[in-house]
């Protein structure tokens, strides 16, 4: 049964992007992931051709078109063997804050720009120490003025180095109930007082700028505000949803390339002269990995239909997002057992996948966080 | 999403079963279970008599000829008595089927109407001690002699094998050398001379089931009683594996979803130290990975469901969803009786039930390797 149907404009979307990929970034991808960076440019040769934040309205140069641009944008990108060109978090994640409480001139300000790659973002809700904790930040913002100032320090950014507007989560000292004390703000990577850190070496992700952003006495305009003051905690609520969900496609798509390669792997490598796949091992393990495999696609499925029906689905998300990222990782590992010694190698398109996967089950909220939210909103 | 589409009609007709059973069944549940190891014929009576019985079965036959939600919803509201004993699903919606769908008109006319009513108790053999799911290493045989089919034999985990008063019987021409071209399907009532039934097997779950062996020696029956076409037993049998198996898959997944929901229920009333055993973060986390998973086979059975209906061939996924969530099914009743701390030892407890009772489903309609084996080759492995 098909769950999700697509428009011929999504199926000519997703049959041009496949191109694009296959011609501009899955030839370079081991460059990159050795390089420990993407080109800018990429950014902005994707965004001319269409492919970075399609929901954004036509009015400020998107495609206005809905959630499943994404979901094939995340399985198309999956299909490059690299993580480092983070367009899902850019399109998904960061820009539908801009999206959703942005006010009309910051909208015609910075969307086009976001749309067409001239401008790369970033989300800095993560400190040192609070984790997914978002109740414990400690980066402050104080109005002076006609100015804010903003004071701290997030990590594990992910466009850290790359990102030309940042998405800042801070708090405003002197409210003491945290859920009233966050707001959000846009910072632009060139104000006096913001400075990125280095690079942070990472065990997968290898082609992924992920730094710490630092902010002393960084003066930014009130207007640079986004959304109600003391409205953040609410406003990253009400998006995090989707982030998860985009988690959730990633860990899906991640375990079916992981999958196909393995398979077409087996059929293919002889053991005495009969291909891999022809033991039952491997058969019953290809077979129950493909099980898990389309019973989570299923599920998802039905989650993003429900998302774009504007369905509050917090807490089969949550499940869906630790569920999948344990899958993915699952079968990262089974398939690397399935190859034998050439699972060691680097150049096994499966290594990488294994690292890479490693991560979706701690970052957007670690899996024992999904399952704490699943379980508040469930009553227990 | 809702990917079922039950309409108010579907929805009255389960509160109509639910209502039947609770007043009808329930309350013996435990007596059957401990006590005779069998439903009493007059439930199947009754149940016919308010139509929850062979729903499926055209009006030309005495059914009512409604749709595979209704068998759906009577599995899972049987599955929420918390037993397996009243086998209905398998009568209704595994062996009545062949009749349906390979009787000829004299055959249906002759049987149907009993079936729908309860009259008529079904059973299907196919299993052989020795054999297991191997069909094609059956044994037993019918010979043709004149008018007459002589069968020999014997088969064994038979579902409602004391009870039954029709047999579908799988067996394979002798003088036919290709298995899959020498097995056909017969009607045989249970009073033919030379059908005995053995005794009623001692199981670690389903202790209400009357599940047993049955004998055929020189059992004659008329060769009008053969089902459907010479030697196209196997490719019958094939066509109708994917409802058993769906079937089966609704059965555990019922089964799961009300031993969850129990269980919740359970640690969120009894306490430790004051407080809700819900509370605590273990056990939290647990209920949250069981509902997880049991959201997760929901919604990949629905859409089974869906295709099934459709008439589309999802052996491949069909497969995948019994041995997928039959283990699913028996992970979480592991689990959950953990939860349930001693209290899970006791008979009175409902999970020590279903945790022996969903412990055969990765094994029966076809073990749940046979299910990966089958997986493995549609998906050309």
């Excluded at chain 1, 800018?40 to 970075?52: C, E, V």
Aim: proline share 4%.
């Amino acid at each position: 049964m098909e769950i999700l149907t697509y428009t011929p404009e999504q199926e000519d979307f997703r049959s041009r992007l496949r191109a694009f990929c296959e011609a501009q970034i899955t030839p370079f991808a081991d460059r990159w992931e050795a390089d420990h960076e993407v080109p800018r440019d990429i950014w902005r040769r994707m965004g001319r051709a269409g492919f970075l934040c399609p929901c954004v309205e036509t009015r400020y140069g998107g495609l206005g078109g809905d959630f499943r641009h994404a979901l094939i944008v995340s399985q198309e990108l999956a299909a490059t063997g690299q993580t480092g060109l983070a367009a899902s978090l850019h399109s998904d994640v960061v820009v539908p804050y801009i999206d959703s409480f942005a006010s009309d001139a910051q909208k015609r300000r910075l969307l086009p720009g976001c749309v067409s790659g001239e401008i790369v973002t970033a989300v800095a809700m993560t400190e040192p120490g609070a984790g997914s904790d978002l109740a414990a930040m400690t980066t402050t913002a104080v109005v002076d003025g006609d100015a804010i100032v903003l004071n701290g320090t997030k990590t594990f950014i992910s466009n850290g180095v790359s990102c030309d507007l940042v998405v800042l989560a801070a708090r405003e000292p002197d409210v003491a109930d945290p859920h009233q004390a966050i707001s959000l703000f846009l910072v632009e990577a060139d104000r006096p007082g913001f400075k990125k850190g280095s690079r942070l070496d990472k065990m997968g992700w290898h082609s992924q700028d992920t730094a710490e952003l630092y902010f002393t006495d960084c003066r930014i305009p009130r207007e640079s505000r986004l959304g109600e003051k003391g409205a953040g905690f609410l406003m990253l609520m009400s998006k995090l949803q989707q982030e998860r969900l985009v988690c959730a496609i990633g860990g899906i798509v991640a375990a079916e390339r992981i999958l196909a390669w393995t398979t077409d792997h087996c059929r293919n490598t002889r053991v005495d002269g009969r291909p891999l796949a022809k033991g039952q091992t491997v058969q019953f393990a290809l077979v129950e990995m493909a099980a898990e495999i389309k019973i989570g696609r299923t599920f998802v499925e039905t989650l993003v239909a429900d998302h774009i029906a504007g369905t509050q689905i917090v807490v089969e998300t949550s499940m869906a997002k630790f569920w999948t990222t344990d899958l993915a990782n699952r079968t990262a590992n089974r398939c690397l057992e399935l190859i034998g010694p050439a699972g060691n190698l680097e150049r096994t398109p499966i290594v990488r996948a294994l690292r890479d996967a490693r991560i979706m089950a701690i970052f957007a909220g670690t899996n024992e966080i999904m399952k704490q939210i699943a379980a508040k909103f469930m009553g227990f | 999403m809702q990917i079922l589409a039950y309409t108010p009609a579907h929805e009255d007709f389960r509160r109509r079963l639910r209502a039947f059973l609770e007043a009808e069944v329930a309350p013996h549940v435990d007596h059957w279970e401990a006590e005779t190891h069998i439903v009493p014929r007059r439930i199947w009576e009754t149940m016919g008599d308010q139509g929850f019985l062979c729903t499926s079965v055209p009006p030309a036959y005495g059914g009512p000829g409604l749709d595979f939600l209704y068998s759906v919803i009577v599995i899972e509201e049987i599955s929420r008595t918390n037993h397996n004993g009243l086998a209905a699903p398998l009568h209704s919606d595994i062996v009545v089927p062949y009749i349906v769908a390979f009787g000829n008109e004299a055959q249906k006319q002759r049987l149907l109407p009993d079936c729908v009513s309860g009259r008529t108790i079904t059973a299907v053999a196919m299993t052989e001690p020795g054999a297991g799911s191997d069909l094609a290493a059956m044994t037993t045989t019918a010979v043709e002699d004149g008018d007459e089919i002589v069968l020999d034999g014997a088969k064994t985990f038979i579902t409602n094998g004391i009870n039954a008063d029709l047999i579908v019987l799988a067996a394979k021409d002798p003088g036919v050398e290709n298995p899959h071209q020498a097995i056909s399907l017969y009607l045989v009532p249970a009073d033919t001379p030379g059908f005995s039934r053995g005794r009623h097997l001692e199981k670690m779950g389903y202790h209400s089931q009357d599940t047993a062996e049955l004998f055929f020696s020189a059992c004659r029956i008329p060769a009008a009683n053969r089902l459907g076409e010479k030697g196209t037993g196997f490719v019958m049998l094939m066509d109708k594996l994917q409802q058993e198996r769906l079937v089966v898959a609704v059965m555990a997944q019922a089964g799961a979803e009300f031993l969850l929901q129990w269980t919740t229920d359970y640690l969120k009333r009894t306490r430790v130290d004051e407080r809700p055993r819900s509370r605590s973060q273990d056990v939290q986390f647990a209920l949250v990975e069981m509902a997880a998973e049991v959201r997760l086979g929901r919604t990949f059975l629905d859409t089974l469901i869906v295709d099934h209906m459709a008439g589309r061939n999802v052996v491949v996924e069909t497969s995948m969803a019994k041995y997928w969530i039959s283990a699913m099914a028996h992970r979480a009743a592991a689990r959950c009786l953990d939860l349930c701390g001693p209290e899970a030892g006791l008979e009175r407890c409902p999970a020590a039930r279903t945790f022996r009772d969903t412990r055969v489903m990765s094994i029966f309609a076809g073990t749940n390797e046979i299910m990966k084996q089958i997986a493995g080759k549609f998906m050309g492995f």
